[in-house]
């Protein structure tokens, strides 16, 4: 009669899902506020209150990131200058900044990029494409990356098996 086997027909059907292709870059922030590194700090502490911030990447003439400064960089900035009486008004972005940026692959993944963060205990990572900064990704934005997608297949892809 040509009877197939239920078991045999069920486990050749193997199809791949695709769900949508969770990158970095899809949910970096592109509209930066970015500090120079000629600029005094107490102008960034003003900026950092006034835009509710608490950071940002440092870019030269050409949009080429040179560092990130953050709070705590200016915060240091001031408990130093109050230790050793100097003014604050003449310390620059340059002397306070961190130059050893680490950056995240704008293709990246996502939930990589979750653990990415959670490894290196940073709040945010520039990224870069071409040399220059094109965003940055936040702790805040993988969350928000998570709600958008709550419901999802959170694989990049899945291969199912229906037996």
Known sequence: MGIKSFQGARKQQQKEVESLPFKVKDFMTTDLITFKPEQKVISVVEMLIRHKISGGPVVNDNYELVGIISEGDCLK????????????????VEARMIKNVDTIDGNMNVFDAANVFLESRHRRFPIIQDGKLVGQISQKDILKAALKLKGQNWNSTTKVNNG
Do not use: C, L, V
């Open 77 to 92: 900035q001031i408990s130093e200058s109050r230790y050793y009486n100097m003014p604050m008004e003449d310390d620059t």
